[in-house]
């Protein structure tokens, strides 16, 4: 899986607060977003959500991970619009 992929797709489920509403938003199927966010979870090797029916909660690995990666994925961002 593409790591900006991967990314993203976590920090919409952060942002989103779920797993089935990120899903709508990404436009993919839950069992896609649990898979990018268990196989994200084992390439860091770090708990980053805890998972319950209802609602996902951040672990203190998950709040420091999105913070990085929502910086990441804003520079990522910004170096496109600049365009040279």
Known sequence: MDRFEAMKT???V???GGI???AEGL???KSAVSRRLAELES???VQLLVRTTRRVNVTDAGRAFYERCVGILAD???AELERG
Do not use: I, N, Q, T
């Open 20 to 22: 089935s509403a990120a």
């Open 76 to 78: 990522v961002a910004e």
């Open 10 to 12: 976590f920090v919409r």
């Open 43 to 45: 390439r860091l090797g």
């Open 14 to 16: 952060v942002d989103a």
């Open 27 to 29: 436009g993919v199927a």
